[in-house]
């Protein structure tokens, strides 16, 4: 509520009313002895003047509404700080400056921190530690300019205060001389309105002087007042004319109540209270019934602004519990740990929105909101952590990854122009189920190595469809052709080594056909030799190297391999059979004269000559390679 001394600064000028009658220049001493009567009557009634306490205070300008810095980016607090600081004076704007500076240096150092604690965790030393942040240089120099002007605004106030003082002063000598300076009551109260017009257009004082000197002022006020009773009719104009502008200021009050609570409405009221004071008397029928409407109109505006605020704080608790919520939404992604960069990457879209929506929120004037924006930054700090963390391990995995198709690529084109199609086929067909256990490396990389990996393989096997089909084609040919002279081996009749020798040039003479035929032909030359008494190992090392000088010549690699592999397998069948042999020969013991026994040790003789005549198929099969 206001104080009613404090708020009707009419009586520092309310005095008796007694009409000015001077009928010349000289009025002051041509004041008849009624006049005189009637003013020393009145002064009776004379209201004291208050001192005004609050004099070294003035209407505060509009406050200034803080920016949502919270919402807004690190370049864009600082254009915002840097269009304040261009646009209004530096005592305006302190609040606006020190949030957005501390908005920015709460995420400056944050960002500083995270550096340093990686910089430390890969093993460097604090003490050569040194992380530069332009936006943070340019806030120092931009900041420096702000304390430098608010130092200087300080300063010319200092000095504008001592200057407002002595004018005051001043002002108090002139009017203390007014009673006794020569010309009449209507010039001295002229001279007077323009004192009190300087007076109230000087400004502040020291504090410490302010109720002195304000004193000091209604003290010779009230003195220039008893003297100019006789100018009572100018007096009451003004006092009228104080009335008037009072009665139209709280219209203007009441008029902005019927809007409902309002910033723009308890800025009024606020400006409506300095005026006040300032205005001057009214009269004095008025005095109470005035000051009682302006009492009224003011409560009810703090009746307005009390329902403001907590409608104000219900808002902003509202609003405080939207961003806890979001603050437990970005917990909550951490929560169960993403294993899969596409998981991580939907929690990063989650997180997002949630930034979104809490930008959305907007600033809350609350003492919570400091804390849940701690709380906010943490929570994705600690989200980028574990995002960090894992991404990181994923670069050492992706490494290894690329190292691996590396490898197999490099296998891949060592194989790719290879003539021994069959080992190598298999061998990249391995390399190719190997790709696939490799692991996962980004899209970019994998499909580069991929494609270079692919087009080796692709390279090979291309090479060998055509050689397959060719040969294929080839062997065609030597099937039907053999097929034939199988038919006409057998009407023909065979009396010598020599012969068969022959016949074996021409079966390999007819080109590459299936081992079948093959076979079959070994099998119809066994037979038709059978009954010339030659010894079974000497015709088939015979026959053997006559087909294999018949392939060395012609180049039939792939023939030689049959070759190599019908030995290796024929090898391997009799070493077998031979192990099998002597296994079951332990079954008998050393019984002598049992006749499963000597056949079984027949048997082992007869395999062991044959396994014996298989190596040496072997090393006549290299010797003729040679």
């Not at 992380?131 to 702000?146: H, M, P, T, V």
């Not at 400004?203 to 002195?212: D, I, S």
């Not at 391995?430 to 393989?457: H, I, M, N, S």
Request: contains cysteine; glycine residues 4%; charged residues 35%.
């Amino acid at each position: 509520m206001i104080n009613q001394e404090e708020m009707n600064p009419e009586d520092l000028e309310q005095s008796a009313g007694a009409k000015e009658t001077t009928p010349d220049d000289n009025a002051a001493e041509n004041i008849s002895e009624e006049e005189t009567k009637e003013q020393v009557d009145a002064k009776d009634d004379q209201v004291r003047t208050v001192e005004a306490e609050e004099d070294h205070e003035e209407a505060k300008e509009q406050k200034l509404p803080i920016p949502d810095f919270d919402s807004l980016n690190l370049e864009q607090c600082l254009e915002v700080i840097k269009k304040h600081m261009a646009k209004y004076p530096p005592q305006r704007i302190k609040g606006i400056v020190e949030s957005g500076r501390s908005r920015m240096l709460r995420e400056l150092n944050a960002e500083q921190a995270t550096v340093k604690e990686k910089y430390l965790e890969e093993g460097g030393n604090i003490i050569d530690f040194r992380f530069d942040q332009s936006l943070r240089k340019d806030l120092g120099a931009i900041y420096g300019g702000y304390r430098d002007a608010l130092r200087k605004y300080y300063a010319d106030l200092e000095a504008q205060l001592a200057s407002n003082l002595t004018t005051k002063l001043n002002i108090i000598e002139k009017i203390k001389e007014l009673p006794t300076s020569e010309g009449s009551a209507k010039e001295k109260y002229e001279a007077f309105k323009a004192l009190r017009e300087h007076w109230n257009a000087t400004g502040l004082v020291p504090k410490m002087e302010a109720r002195n000197v304000w004193a000091n002022f209604n003290h010779h006020v009230d003195n220039f007042f008893d003297f100019m009773r006789l100018a009572y009719d100018l007096i009451d104009k003004e006092y009228h004319k104080n009335l008037d502008e009072k009665i139209a200021m709280i219209e203007e009050l009441e008029a902005m109540l019927e809007d409902g609570a309002s910033a723009q409405l308890f800025r009024a009221l606020q400006k409506a209270h300095s005026r006040w004071k300032k205005i001057g008397p009214v009269p004095r029928e008025q005095k109470d019934i005035i000051w009682d409407r302006f009492k009224v109109v003011t409560s009810k505006v703090h009746e307005q602004r009390e329902q403001f605020n907590e409608s104000m704080k219900a808002q902003n608790d509202t609003k405080i519990a939207a961003k806890k919520a979001v603050v437990d939404g970005i917990n909550a992604l951490t929560t169960d740990l993403p294993t899969r960069h596409n998981s991580w990457q939907k929690a990063s879209q989650s997180l997002n929105k949630l930034r979104e929506e809490f930008k959305k929120i907007g600033f809350v004037k609350s003492d919570e909101n400091d804390a849940v924006w701690e709380d906010y930054k943490k929570a994705q700090r600690e989200f980028n952590r574990l995002k960090n963390a894992f991404y990181k391990e994923e670069k050492k995995s992706h490494k290894e990854s690329i190292e691996k198709k590396k490898a197999l690529i490099v296998l891949a084109h060592s194989l790719k122009d290879s003539e021994d199609f069959g080992p190598t086929a298999n061998a990249l067909k391995k390399a190719q189920a190997d790709w696939k256990t490799t692991g996962y490396v980004p899209k970019k990389d994998g499909d580069k190595l991929w494609e270079e990996f692919r087009g080796a393989c692709n390279h090979f096997f291309d090479r060998m469809n055509g050689s397959r089909k060719a040969r294929e084609k080839e062997i065609n040919a030597g099937n039907k052709a053999k097929e034939e002279k199988l038919d006409t081996l057998k009407k023909i009749k065979i009396k010598s080594i020599e012969d068969s020798i022959a016949l074996s040039e021409e079966w390999s003479a007819l080109g590459i056909s299936n081992r079948k035929l093959d076979a079959q032909f070994d099998a119809l030359l066994e037979e038709k030799l059978s009954g010339l008494g030659i010894e079974k190992s000497v015709l088939e090392r015979t026959l053997f190297e006559t087909k294999v000088k018949a392939l060395v010549e012609a180049d039939d690699q792939q023939g030689l391999l049959q070759q190599r592999a019908w030995i290796r397998d024929e090898t391997e069948k009799a070493k077998k059979e031979l192990h099998q042999l002597e296994n079951n020969i332990s079954f008998f013991g050393n019984a002598k004269g049992n006749p499963l026994l000597e056949a079984a040790q027949k048997n082992i003789s007869i395999q062991k000559d044959r396994v014996q005549d298989l190596v040496k198929l072997s090393k006549l099969f290299n010797s003729l390679l040679k």
